[in-house]
C-alpha cells in the first residue's frame, strides 16, 4: 500500500477523514510558516506590533494542534488502522508536535522583535540574522511540500541542509561574541540577538524531524538516529531501482 494514497480503503468516510486530517496538517503547518515569516519581518523592519501580534498568534497554533491530536486518536480508537495507516497517523501526531513547536519559536522571535523595535539595531548582524531566517523558512516550506507528496527523496535532500543551518548559527553566535566584548553597553541587545537566532536553529531541527516521518511515512524506516548521508543513501538507491526496474509483463493468453 503506496501512504501517500489515501484513497485505498473500502470505506468512503475512512478515506475521507485520512484526506481531512492531512489537510488539516497542511494547513497548520502554512499558518506556522506564516507567524515565522512574520516574526523575522517584525524583527528587521523593527515593527513592534507586529511582533506582539505574532507573539499572541501562538494560541491558535496550540488549538490546532490540540484538534488534530484528538481526531487522530478517535481515528486510531474507531479504525484500529494497521501498517501504513498506522504509520501515516502516527506520523501525523508527531508533525504536529513539531508544528506546535514552530510555531512556539516564531511566538520568541515575535516577542524580542516587539522589545528590540526601540533600540539600535547593528546592520551586518540583522542581515545574517534575516539569511538564517530564509534558510530555517525554506526548509519548513520545502519540508511541507514533501510531506504534501510523500516524497522522501526530497525530505532527505530538506533534512540535509540542517548542517548548514547549524553552520550559519554558529557563526553568528561568534560574531555576537565579539559585538559584547567591543561594546558591553550592547549586551542586553546582543543577548536578544542571540536568543532570537537560538529559536531559528531550533526551527532547522523541527523541519528536519518532520523530514525524517516523511521517510517513515513512505518507507516505514525510523531514521532519527541514522546519519543523514547513510539515509540518503539508501532512499536515493531504492528510488533510483524502483524507476530502473522493468515494467511487469502480463502473460501470454492461453
Not at 481531512?20 to 506564516?34: D, K, P, S
Not at 497554533?61 to 486510531?76: G, K, Y
Not at 528590540?116 to 540574522?129: C, F, H, K, N, T
Not at 561594546?183 to 542571540?194: E, M, N, S, V
Request: some cysteine; glycine content about 6%.
Amino acid at each position: 500500500m503506496d501512504p501517500a494514497d489515501l484513497s485505498h480503503h473500502i470505506s468512503h468516510r475512512y478515506n475521507e477523514e485520512l484526506d481531512r486530517l492531512r489537510t488539516r496538517v497542511l494547513a497548520m503547518g502554512g499558518f506556522v510558516e506564516q507567524q515565522l515569516q512574520k516574526g523575522l519581518t517584525a524583527l528587521i523592519d523593527g515593527d513592534s506590533a507586529l511582533g506582539e501580534a505574532v507573539a499572541s498568534e501562538d494560541v491558535l497554533v496550540n488549538d490546532m494542534e490540540v484538534a488534530i491530536d484528538e481526531e487522530c486518536s478517535r481515528l486510531l480508537a474507531i479504525r484500529a488502522p494497521t501498517a501504513g495507516d498506522l504509520r501515516v497517523i502516527v506520523s501525523m501526531i508527531k508533525t504536529i508536535t513539531d508544528l506546535e513547536r514552530i510555531g512556539d519559536e516564531a511566538e520568541k522571535v515575535g516577542f524580542i522583535a516587539a522589545r528590540l523595535a526601540v533600540s539600535e539595531r547593528p546592520g551586518e548582524a540583522y542581515r545574517d540574522v534575516n539569511h538564517l531566517g530564509l534558510l530555517v523558512s525554506e526548509m519548513v516550506r520545502d519540508a511541507l511540500n514533501a510531506y504534501a507528496r510523500m516524497d522522501a527523496d526530497s525530505a532527505v535532500s530538506v533534512a540535509r541542509r540542517d548542517r548548514m543551518v547549524d553552520e550559519e548559527y554558529e557563526a553568528i553566535q561568534r560574531q555576537c561574541i565579539t559585538y559584547m566584548m567591543e561594546d558591553p553597553r550592547a549586551i542586553r541587545r546582543t543577548l536578544d540577538l542571540l536568543w532570537v537566532v537560538r529559536a531559528l536553529e531550533r526551527v532547522g531541527d523541527h523541519a528536519k524531524n518532520i523530514c525524517e516521518y516523511i521517510i517513515y511515512m513512505v518507507h516505514g524506516r525510523d531514521v532519527r538516529h541514522t546519519p543523514l548521508d547513510e539515509v540518503a543513501g539508501e532512499i536515493i538507491g531504492r528510488s533510483e531501482a524502483s524507476k530502473a526496474a522493468p515494467a511487469a509483463v502480463p502473460p501470454p493468453a492461453a
